[in-house]
């Protein structure tokens, strides 16, 4: 099919269109090519810029609304507070506390679970038997839905009635509360880094872009596995790991995972989350939903928003050097290419 | 694939066309929304919105035929409501916990009084509700529940500080059963909890006592607290004292209870979340349920066989049985059908549903009328039933305050009395840690309900 075909009769050609259709005396003034295919682009785009403006753009703004009164989402009587909300926020020990909390999850998961996807994509990259089957089941739990695998977790970890104390029974050796501080927190990073199957997959998909032909040659220099490993492998699947990367610490840093490992999952049983899990979304959720606080809790929101936008940029900065594009970031800037290029 | 170029220009208008079908769809939900669903067109069904535990498809259609209406039921979930509530797009009728939903939602001026509906009614008699639909009216000129107008109904009530216990275990330990008419101290009941614990290797195999009702911590404090005969809550609901002398002894055996670790609390919760799985599974040997409780263990005859109701356990000399829960139904003030909703309450509450609950034992039939309905073709159901007849005398219901949520409140406790517990912080200053945190959270909310 040719681009013509896709882009009509009067694609290349307006006075064409013009003779090609039986039309009224007074022929229509032909739309141009980037009239029509502006139309196009916002017909297109208009359902999610719609979507985008009312489903994100507008809570963000009236959050931030929110985040200026002391309303508790039900009362008529809310007022406007000015920034006292923002300034609790950078004065309350507990949500500094919790801050910190999540900025130390996110540095010990974040790596953990790459290294971990990425160590598993090397061994499934091999040639060996049942690499389907295996690369299955490594990749299953990021498939199941983080509520079941939060269930299983609890059922395993409970300190009276659960396999993991079970086991330790039969070497007689003493049980731990280990959904109770100070073990929680370990339970919680367990339970994060076991779905590593997602950065397994997209490790496998970037390893398997890799031109053998260099792994051919450097092994044919003479190079040792590590070798190749560490200067053909990595360098080239560094954009794939920084993708990750920037996206696991935007993921981790939201991470809702303790409220589900906690006993009772709702707001109700929020205060009962241990004290090491206690992340930056557990103190929103339980704001909002426990406390009533909506203006407090949507500025802590807006807080993490920008918190998280410092990471981001902060590991944009800072991965100078470190990730290698095959084709220079800075040139394909340039007018993209479109159908009917050539 | 040659394409003529006509058909690509048809092509790419039925794509743009499509866009605008999905942009008028996802715009129609948003118009519906302002429609009121009572109001139908001719011959249509009305529909009512329900915020309920999830139905069975064979009840919900029975209700349908029985009622002449549609049910949409949505899920109960307190994020959700608040959303709805917020978005003035309520349901018709929403699920609550009396004792402790309805002052603060009444407060805020978000529940319809029902009173009107009461007076005309002839299968809702006020003269034959129970007391226990007590926890259903509030009083906007005292702020204060008990009195005032009805904002909801109970479906059931139990006395939720009573407690089941299994003789089984009772008998193993050699210790002699409670007794069915006086009720234990508190002391004695924590001593038992402990003989009958049962540990190894750091784990408890068996309960001996899971001491906490309906309703958490909290509601632990003001019953202990008022059984000793104070109270944790001011005269105006808006502060809490934790450093009285009633309820410190509160605080402090409900320290003692978490310190003993015989049974779930704030340093070790419970897993399931309620007591029946652990109980059922021969590992708790006394559960602190109200009578509703014996719905469950009706229904399984080996564990009925081997257990028994008892009183509440006292603190002080004052006794008490509180009701922390009064189950039932509520209508928001911005519900589209109240019509519709009271026609349910009468079906619910009144007709056949109401009578088959009361046959069950899963509670005290909120109506007078359905007492007599209560089971009592077995020996656990004749005990049951009598210590709970004996214990009606000694009901009351606590006024929680209207300016927190309970479950905020709870948090407080929570998040607090773990650390003081593992740290062997004494009463007092933890009693002072809860005072500043939670009256704080009470001043915050009394300038917002007023």
């Known amino acids: 099919m040719s681009t013509d075909q896709l882009a009509g009769p009067d694609a290349r050609s307006p006075m064409r269109a013009g003779t090609a259709r039986p039309g009224p005396a007074r022929a229509r003034r032909p739309?141009?090519?980037?009239?029509?295919r502006a139309g196009a682009f916002y017909v297109f785009a208009g359902p999610w810029l719609l979507g985008f403006l009312g489903m994100t753009v507008f809570p963000l703004g009236y959050a931030l609304w929110l985040s200026f009164t002391n309303s508790d989402g039900l009362s008529p009587k809310a007022r406007y507070v000015g920034l006292a909300n923002y300034r609790e926020v950078f004065s309350d020990p507990d949500t500094l506390a919790s801050l910190a909390r999540t900025g130390l999850f996110a540095a010990i998961t974040v790596p953990l679970t790459i290294a971990a996807g990425l160590f598993l994509a090397v061994l499934l990259n091999q040639p060996i038997r049942a690499r389907g089957l295996f690369r299955t089941l490594v990749y299953l739990p990021a498939v199941v839905p983080p509520v079941g695998a939060a269930l299983t977790f609890k059922l395993i970890f409970d300190r009276d009635s659960g396999s993991a104390n079970g086991l330790l029974d039969i070497f007689d050796v003493n049980g731990l509360a280990w959904l109770q501080d100070p073990y929680a927190r370990w339970v919680l990073i367990t339970l994060t880094v076991w779905a590593c199957g997602n950065v397994m997959i997209i490790s496998l998909a970037g390893l398997q872009d890799i031109p053998a032909e260099l792994l051919d040659a450097a092994r044919v220099d003479g190079a040792n596995w590590w070798q190749s490993f560490t200067r053909i492998t990595l360098p080239l699947l560094s954009p794939v790991l920084f993708f990750q990367l920037v996206t696991q610490i935007i993921a981790t840093l939201q991470s809702f995972l303790p409220l589900l490992i906690a006993v009772d999952p709702t707001p109700k049983g929020v205060g009962a989350v241990p004290e090491s899990n206690q992340l930056i979304m557990i103190d929103v959720f339980a704001q909002y939903f426990s406390n009533g606080r909506y203006g407090y809790a949507s500025a802590l929101l807006w807080v993490l928003f920008a918190f998280v936008m410092a990471v981001t940029f902060l590991v944009f900065k800072m991965s100078r050097g470190l990730v290698f594009y095959a084709v220079d970031p800075e040139q394909t800037q340039s007018k993209p290419r479109t159908i009917g290029d050539n | 694939m040659p394409v003529s170029s006509r058909g690509s220009l048809d092509r790419r208008r039925f794509?743009?066309?499509?866009?605008?079908?999905?942009?008028?769809?996802?715009?129609?939900?948003?118009?519906?929304?302002?429609?009121?669903?009572?109001?139908?067109?001719?011959?249509?069904k009305e529909t009512l919105t329900i915020m309920d535990t999830p139905w069975t498809k064979k009840d919900k259609q029975n209700a349908e035929r029985t009622l002449g209406m549609n049910l949409e039921i949505v899920t109960y979930d307190i994020t959700k409501l608040n959303a709805m509530l917020a978005g003035k797009n309520p349901p018709d009728v929403v699920r609550g916990i009396g004792a402790t939903d309805v002052p603060y939602f009444a407060a805020r001026g978000l529940m319809t009084d029902l009173d009107s509906y009461f007076a005309k009614s002839d299968v809702l008699k006020p003269s034959d509700l129970a007391p226990a639909n007590d926890v259903w009216r509030y009083d906007h000129t005292t702020k204060k529940q008990g009195t005032g107008p009805r904002y909801g109904m109970a479906k059931d009530y139990s006395q939720d500080c009573m407690f089941w216990y299994r003789t089984d275990m009772f008998e193993a330990a050699k210790l002699e059963l409670p007794s069915d008419t006086e009720p234990l101290s508190c002391d004695a009941w924590l001593d038992l909890g402990k003989r009958l614990a049962k540990r190894r290797l750091g784990k408890v195999k068996v309960y001996g006592l899971s001491g906490t009702p309906l309703g958490g911590p909290l509601t632990q404090v003001m019953w202990m607290a008022a059984?000793?005969?104070?109270?944790?809550?001011?005269?105006?609901?808006?502060?809490?004292?934790?450093?009285?002398?009633?309820?410190?002894?509160?605080?402090?055996?409900?320290?003692?209870?978490?310190?003993?670790?015989?049974?779930?609390?704030?340093?070790?919760?419970?897993?399931?979340g309620w007591d029946w799985p652990t109980y059922q599974a021969n590992r708790m040997a006394m559960a602190t349920d109200g009578y509703w409780f014996g719905g469950t263990i009706g229904g399984d005859a080996k564990i009925a066989e081997v257990s028994r109701f008892a009183p509440a356990p006292q603190l002080g000399s004052h006794r008490i049985s509180p009701c922390?829960?009064?189950?039932?139904?509520?209508?928001?003030?911005?519900?589209?059908?109240?019509?519709?909703?009271?026609?349910?309450?009468?079906?619910?509450?009144?007709?056949?549903?109401a009578q088959d609950r009361a046959t069950t034992g899963w509670g005290i039939p909120s109506l007078n009328s359905l007492r007599s309905k209560m089971p009592r073709d077995t020996a656990f159901h004749k005990q049951s039933y009598a210590v709970q007849q004996r214990e009606l005398a000694y009901f009351?219901?606590?006024?929680?305050?209207?300016?927190?949520?309970?479950?905020?409140?709870?948090?407080?406790?929570?998040?607090?009395?773990?650390?003081?517990?593992?740290?062997?912080?004494?009463?007092?200053?933890?009693?002072?840690?809860?005072?500043?945190?939670?009256?704080?959270?009470?001043?915050?909310g009394k300038e917002l309900a007023g």
Do not use: H
């Open chain 1, 31 to 36: 739309r141009s090519l980037q009239t029509r």
């Open chain 2, 15 to 44: 794509l743009a066309a499509s866009a605008g079908a999905a942009l008028s769809a996802a715009a129609l939900p948003g118009c519906a929304a302002s429609v009121d669903s009572g109001s139908g067109a001719k011959g249509a």
């Open chain 2, 227 to 272: 059984s000793a005969g104070g109270s944790l809550f001011a005269e105006d609901l808006a502060t809490v004292d934790f450093s009285s002398p009633e309820a410190l002894k509160a605080l402090t055996w409900y320290l003692d209870y978490a310190k003993a670790d015989i049974g779930p609390s704030v340093v070790n919760p419970n897993p399931d």
């Open chain 2, 324 to 353: 922390f829960s009064g189950t039932g139904y509520w209508v928001p003030k911005e519900a589209k059908n109240k019509d519709a909703a009271w026609k349910y309450f009468e079906w619910y509450f009144g007709g056949k549903p």
């Open chain 2, 396 to 444: 009351s219901v606590l006024p929680v305050s209207p300016y927190a949520q309970v479950d905020a409140l709870n948090a407080v406790l929570t998040k607090v009395l773990p650390d003081a517990v593992k740290s062997g912080t004494s009463a007092g200053k933890i009693a002072d840690t809860l005072n500043s945190r939670i009256n704080e959270q009470l001043a915050r």
